[in-house]
Structure formats: structure tokens, C-alpha cells
């Protein structure tokens, strides 16, 4: 597992190329037949990819890291698979999903164990957690449940359906909101003008593109802003003080998920197009 230690915004804005990427990009986290994991102390978000092959997978636990039993034991868990068909298995019950389908998995949960139904072809389960004070019922969440929110428009370049999976309306969790956002053709702009939420920090995982398509990851604080290249399957960790934008060579999807003080998908602090620098 690896650990990553929070930034202040002032030491962030000594960054070069090489110490942006290594301390805000998750470059690989699909490896079959393997689990990988990411630990950041922003907010304590852990940032799973899980790609079983042969064998179901699960995550480990160490107690000298978490101080519990079992993963879960003081976690909530959002599941996306951005692969082949899959299982996840939860104390015995088995929770099937397809492409872009969702699970959240609520506190307590013991024993954890993902599945591919083809090895050729394998399940790449997308796994946000983050700690929880109480249980919430854990449920399936097929993308056809997802609550659809359109925005943008053609001239703007940013025409795209947000489908909020874990929120509010759809499912109750502790604090994590997690969904995913698909961009229409032509459209390359995942959100300007930019934002800030101090209330909450974010993890991106930007997936659909092409192997010569690039996203503009965009952050920094509205007056002192810096970009990060990101290509297909790879993830940014956002801080609260950083802007939330990006813009690609072409269309693109990209996973979002929210962790903090609450669960309003449009508590956001606006940076005018005058505000970035």
C-alpha cells in the first residue's frame, strides 16, 4: 500500500512536472490479478483498483496502518467496474456487476471479495473508502438506478450527463458521494469555469479515452494554477483549496468522488474566468 501525505497549498506551488505527478497522479492502478492501493491522508481517502483474474481478490488490511480488524470495520466502500463483468461477494451475498455499474458497500462489512466471470476479459472494480461514523445499508447499484443531471452545451464544449450513483437521492452513505460523468462528443471541457469546494476534497479517475487522447487535469488555486497530463485509467487526488477542471484532446468519462464536511453535490466556491491566473 502506498501513503500519501497532504500538501499545503503554499509548498504546492514550489512544484515542478516530476513532484505534481508524484504526489497528486496515480499513474497505474489496474494490474491484473492484483490489488493496488493508495492511502491519502487528505480527508483519509483510500483508492483502490482490484483486477482478479484466476482468483477472487481482496483488500488488505494492516493494522499498524488502520489500527482495525478488518477494512471496513470504521469505512464505507463505493465500487465502480470499469471492466468485464464481475462479482463483489460481501459476507457471503453476492453483488453482480456489469460495465459502469455501482455498489456501495456500508460499514461493518467483514469480508470483502471481488471476481472476474472471464479471466480473457477481467472486472476492473473501481474502489473509493472512506471513513464512516455509522452503518448504512450496503446496495447494488446498477447505472441504469443512477440519477442523470445534464449540463453544458455544444458551444461551450462541455455538453455531458452526470450520473450520481452514490448520493443523497439515490442511496444513503455516511460521507462518500460517488458517480461518474460522460462527455458528448465534441465535448472536451469537464468543468469550466473552474471551482473550488473547501468543504470537500475529490478524487478524479478519468477512463474512455483513447491510447493518443490526453486530459488537462487542472489545479492549484484559482490565482496560481498548474495542470497535470493525464492518459486513460489514471486518477489525480484534488484538495480542498485546489480548482476542480480539466479539458481533453476529445470526449472522455471520469469517475468523480467527495469526501468532507457534506454530501451537496453543488456546494462549490466559483473561480471566474478573472479569478484564474
Excluded at 98 to 114: A, H, I, P, Q, T
Excluded at 137 to 150: F, G, H, I, M, Y
Excluded at 152 to 171: F, M, T, W, Y
Amino acid at each position: 500500500m502506498e501513503i500519501r501525505q497532504p500538501v499545503h497549498p503554499e509548498h504546492g506551488k514550489s512544484f515542478d512536472t516530476a513532484k505534481l505527478r508524484k504526489e497528486f497522479l496515480i499513474k497505474e492502478l489496474f494490474i491484473p490479478g492484483k490489488s493496488t492501493m493508495i492511502y491519502s491522508h487528505i480527508d483519509r481517502i483510500v483508492i483502490c483498483g482490484i483486477c482478479p483474474t484466476s482468483t477472487a481478490l481482496g483488500i488488505e488490511v494492516s493494522r499498524d496502518i488502520f489500527g482495525v480488524d478488518f477494512f471496513l470495520e470504521r469505512r464505507e466502500l463505493g465500487v465502480i467496474n470499469v471492466g468485464g463483468n464481475g462479482t463483489v461477494n460481501v459476507d457471503g451475498k453476492e453483488y453482480p456487476l456489469g460495465y459502469k455499474d455501482g455498489l456501495y458497500v456500508g460499514m461493518g462489512g467483514r469480508k470483502l471479495e471481488f471476481s472476474s466471470e472471464d479471466k480473457e476479459s477481467p472486472a476492473k472494480f473501481y474502489c473509493l473508502s472512506a471513513s464512516a461514523h455509522r452503518r448504512c445499508p450496503t446496495q447494488l447499484l446498477p447505472k441504469s438506478k443512477a440519477r442523470l443531471v445534464k449540463l453544458g452545451s455544444d458551444k461551450a464544449c462541455n455538453r455531458r450527463v452526470i450520473h450520481q450513483l452514490i448520493h443523497p437521492e439515490v442511496v444513503e452513505s455516511c460521507q462518500l458521494a460517488m458517480g461518474f460523468t460522460e462527455l458528448a462528443e465534441g465535448s472536451v471541457w469537464n468543468t469550466m469555469p473552474a471551482h473550488t469546494h473547501e468543504r470537500r476534497m475529490e478524487v478524479y479517475f478519468y477512463f474512455e479515452l483513447d491510447p493518443d487522447q490526453a486530459v488537462f487535469h487542472l489545479m492549484g488555486q484559482p490565482e496560481e494554477t498548474r495542470h497535470i497530463v493525464t492518459r486513460n485509467e489514471q486518477a489525480i487526488i484534488s484538495p480542498s483549496w485546489s480548482i476542480h477542471s480539466g479539458v481533453g484532446t476529445g470526449n472522455y468519462s471520469f469517475i468523480w468522488g467527495m469526501v468532507g464536511e457534506n454530501q451537496t453535490f453543488d456546494d462549490m466556491d466559483g473561480a471566474s474566468m478573472n479569478d484564474l491566473a
